[in-house]
């Protein structure tokens, strides 16, 4: 009994490795896993070997055949490996034995081969050769590691190219971590996943080639929550590399509680500009270059989901640079940019301090649609963005926030989405605000919202 019992278990664990086994998706490395394609940049062979649709599976990762890889493209298996393993795959890995310069070489002298411990424990990191690092960076312990790391890595170059990268590698890092930040759950932890960096020099160019990748929202699902009306990745990577960009007034605040004086990828990638260097940010499908002559954008064939910013530098001990010049020069462009910037923003916005206005209990119906008529209709007739400032109100009414925006809303239609900017408001407030905007722009809305407006005038004259 007890045998037929065990034979019975034993068919049914050999059906389901077949079935497990017919599942298992073999995904095979390019002989060539490589952005360097004759002294220019090309993403696409390497971002088209990521497939993102794997779910539930056994991933077979096969590095034989992969006879010319690059360092940094083979650090975007990392995370692309703790993206599968969070997508419940299993996944196991095809090494090539024979040679050398093999990409299953790489991978192991970059210590790749011990990617899912280092994704489950936080303490611990790559075991990668000194002249090849792999850092995993997900706390400030990890940071530390990884800008000290790069700072030794460069130390012949002179002390103006350790401060700069340093620099550059910090902004990247933090963006990494803060925006581009995916939490996951393992064994009912929550844990990070951490953002990757790894550089290498390249003795004959005399170059070093720097990755930093992260696999979290990206830049346009990011920056969108603060300027909805992006129109697609292109623009968001083009958006983020201006100063002071982080947005205060979107529909959602992805900056409340944080301190972000949107410099950073300005800095960085105006820095970059000044030295004898190229940096490419790819986020999604698209990818921005910037270098000393050029800035330009182009969309992918495929899409890396999250970000990674690749950047190539010649070092050079003989070029004198200095990095707090460089430093107070790029400051000063940003201060003068901004402010030409805020200048033609404040020509075309309509500010209404709502506190000031009405009290922190904004609730006289009266009063606003007073006002709406005074200066709203008029700004929106003059095609003038609505900046409405909830700093320090406390409470306020359907009836009111209706009465004073329902007909503005209306008269731009779908235009509000992107002309109406609201900020500091409380979540309630905030809630009401939402419903109104929506309500006023979709069709059926619009009719109950006129029947509103005509009874607010009879109330008005
Ligand atoms: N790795 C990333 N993932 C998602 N979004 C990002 C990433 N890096 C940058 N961004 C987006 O680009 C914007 C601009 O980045 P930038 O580093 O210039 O400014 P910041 O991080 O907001 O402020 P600061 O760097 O001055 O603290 C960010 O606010 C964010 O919306
Ligand atoms: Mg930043």
Known sequence: MADSKGSLQDQLYAVKRQLRTRRRVHIKLPAGFSFNRGGSKNFDPVVDFFD???????????FTGCSSANYQSLALLVPYCWHLR??????SFIYDKKSEQSASHMWTIMGGRGVFQVLSD??????????????AVRNPADMKTALESAVSYVARFGVEYQRTLRYVLAELLY????HGRRDFKW?????????????SWYEQANEIGIIVADIGVGIHAHLSQAYPSIANEEEALRLAVQPEISGTFGKHDPYSNRNNAGMGLFLSSSIVRRLRADMHIVSGNAVLHISPNDLTSHTLNSRWNGTFVYISM???????FAYDQIMQELREEAKSEVSV???EESEHRHYLHIYNFFGKNAEDKQSAISYRNRHLLKAVD????LVLDFEDVETSTHSFLNALLASPIRRMGMAAYKRIKITRALPDIRETLDYILDDNTSPDGADIAKYDDSDDQQTLF
């Open 187 to 199: 064994r009912n932890r929550r844990l990070i996943t951490p953002a990757v960096l790894q550089f």
């Open 52 to 62: 993102w649709s794997l779910k539930n599976c056994p991933v077979e990762i096969d």
């Open 175 to 178: 963006n990494a971590n803060e």
């Open 122 to 135: 936080s303490t611990v990191n790559f075991k990668s050769a000194n002249v090849k690092p792999l850092i």
């Open 341 to 343: 910037r805020q200048k």
């Open 314 to 320: 010649r070092l050079d001990q003989s070029y004198n």
């Open 86 to 91: 969070q997508a419940g795959c299993s996944i």
């Open 382 to 385: 003059e095609g003038q963005v």
